[in-house]
């Protein structure tokens, strides 16, 4: 009997705990219904979520779970040094000890490999001889590591720059670090967001409850029926080796990926809001369709906002922003997103992508006085045609294993164009292709439509919204396929 029920205990490497998954469906049935008892004192509601959340990371990341237990340690402790330390260069160096432990945790675990591999390359290409290599270590990134760390960092950061005071409770302190919804894939939480929020008195309206169970319902649609199927049936296998497949087929995982990362993306993000609200708890928002954008600083607006706006507080900013003259400001714009782009990945692959959107900000704004000049409406036409396709372009890159495998993939999509190929695939794929029209339309709806969609779901009988959750289910259980997919920004 315990080999049919160990899976809902013990970690399994290739079956992490997702939301998508039958094993948390049951898990969170059974916390949220004992919440419901809990919820009205503190103490106690802090003790179950954050139990259940560091059981979460462990069904998630095995034993790095001590991980989450050793950052809120240590982050409490010297976010205290700061506060109290009684001048300023001793604050700062209680400072510089928590950047340092923050970044040479995520700098262990995610860019040794990463440093050995460029040492080796480089010897390589100077053709140096006489300096030995290193051996590639056996380090396993765990999941989720970016997210918490920078929400750590923010904490310390925030009261050296005394716009908090540090929680007095190290408990509260390692829920706001570890709180399961938004753990391992964002959106970054910061401190004065989320701590003033623990010892608030606990209300979930109809209204707010309709809310959270809508975006629990988009968040599954996103991953489970769009982008995941599209990822395995079509784009996946693309990416694999597009010369096998015709320029049509190229062009369609070149538009599919910016579908697939997204609504994978903004689906976690939506089902982490849904989540968190079902708790009590907001988190802030990450995406406003991005892809409406007419400009990378207004795509940099509504995509991942959590983690752009990190950006732009903690490294941006303190870098000097662009308060000391033009060509300074696009240093700081592109060292900015040079270590955006690492963020997600230790690979030159990601320094280029976060190298391209670092350009094409610092190029805006050079071109903003030509660019302001041009009438409103081609303005914006232009401008969202060059932006959407130049971040398509930038997913390629992002996208492939490799800088090689990124230009056979661009290069396979100039060719002769073949219409009677082309009608033959779209029959032989069309639920991916409508799934893919469907994605699109979807993201284009205004964002003013998205508040009166969720005021009409709101006010509909308890019965309708069960029949549409229930429907939204057998959607994402006939969509899915044998293997539960892993969230793409998990490896981040």
């Not at 959106?187 to 409850?209: D, G, T």
């Not at 890159?397 to 009608?423: K, N």
């Not at 005021?455 to 308890?462: D, M, R, T």
Request: aromatic share 20%.
């Amino acid at each position: 009997m315990w080999d049919s029920f160990k899976h809902y205990f013990i970690y399994q490497a290739d079956q992490p705990l997702l939301f998508n998954s039958e094993v948390f469906l049951v898990w969170f049935l059974f916390i949220y219904g004992i919440y419901q008892f809990a919820q009205q004192k503190v103490s106690l509601r802090v003790t179950l979520l954050l139990s259940f959340s560091l059981f979460f990371y462990y069904k998630s990341s095995g034993l790095f779970f001590l991980l989450l237990v050793l950052s809120p340690i240590v982050n409490f402790f010297l976010g205290d040094r700061i506060h109290t330390a009684s001048q300023k260069k001793y604050r700062k160096v209680w400072l510089w000890l928590s950047i340092l432990f923050n970044l040479g945790l995520l700098g262990y675990y995610k860019y040794t490999n990463f440093i050995l591999e460029s040492f080796h390359q480089l010897k390589h290409w100077l053709q140096i001889e006489d300096l030995n290599d290193f051996d590639k270590m056996n380090i396993i990134l765990p999941v989720g590591i970016s997210f918490f760390t920078f929400q750590a960092m923010s904490y310390t950061i925030d009261i050296y720059r005394k716009k908090i005071q540090p929680v007095s409770n190290i408990i509260e302190f390692g829920f706001f670090i570890s709180f399961f919804p938004q753990l391992v894939a964002g959106p970054i939480v910061r401190a004065s967001e989320f701590l003033p929020q623990i010892r608030k008195k606990l209300m979930l309206s109809k209204l707010q409850l309709s809310n959270a169970l809508f975006l629990i319902m988009s968040g599954l649609v996103k991953k489970a029926v769009i982008s995941d199927y599209i990822s395995v049936n079509f784009v996946d296998r693309v990416f694999e080796n597009p010369p096998l497949y015709s320029v049509f087929e190229t062009w369609t995982a070149f538009y599919g990926y910016a579908l697939q990362i997204y609504c994978d993306f903004s689906g976690y993000s939506d089902m982490a809001i849904g989540l968190a609200l079902l708790f009590g708890f907001y988190l802030p928002d990450n995406f406003k369709a991005p892809y409406q954008s007419t400009s990378i600083t207004e795509f940099w607006r509504r995509w991942h906002i959590s983690l752009s706006s990190w950006l732009r507080d903690y490294l941006y900013i303190s870098l000097g922003g662009n308060r000391k003259g033009l060509w300074n400001t696009y240093k700081n714009l592109l060292i900015t997103m040079l270590l955006g782009g690492l963020w997600h990945g230790a690979s030159w692959k990601f320094v280029l992508w976060g190298a391209m959107h670092g350009v094409w900000l610092a190029t805006e704004r050079i071109l903003d006085p030509f660019i302001s000049s041009i009438p409103k409406i081609p303005r914006k036409m232009a401008g969202w045609i060059l932006t959407f396709h130049f971040v398509c372009l930038a997913w390629v890159f992002f996208r492939a294993r490799s800088f090689e495998q990124a230009l056979i993939f661009i290069r396979s999509m100039f060719g002769t164009f073949d219409l009677s190929l082309a009608q033959e695939v779209t029959s032989s794929y069309y639920i991916v292709y409508s799934l893919i029209a469907i994605g699109f339309i979807l993201h284009a709806i205004p964002l003013s439509w998205d508040r009166i969609i969720l005021k009409v779901f709101a006010v509909q009988p308890l019965v309708i919204k069960a029949l549409v959750f229930s429907v939204i289910l057998l959607l994402v259980i006939q969509f899915s396929s044998s293997e539960v997919v892993p969230f793409i920004y998990f490896q981040f």
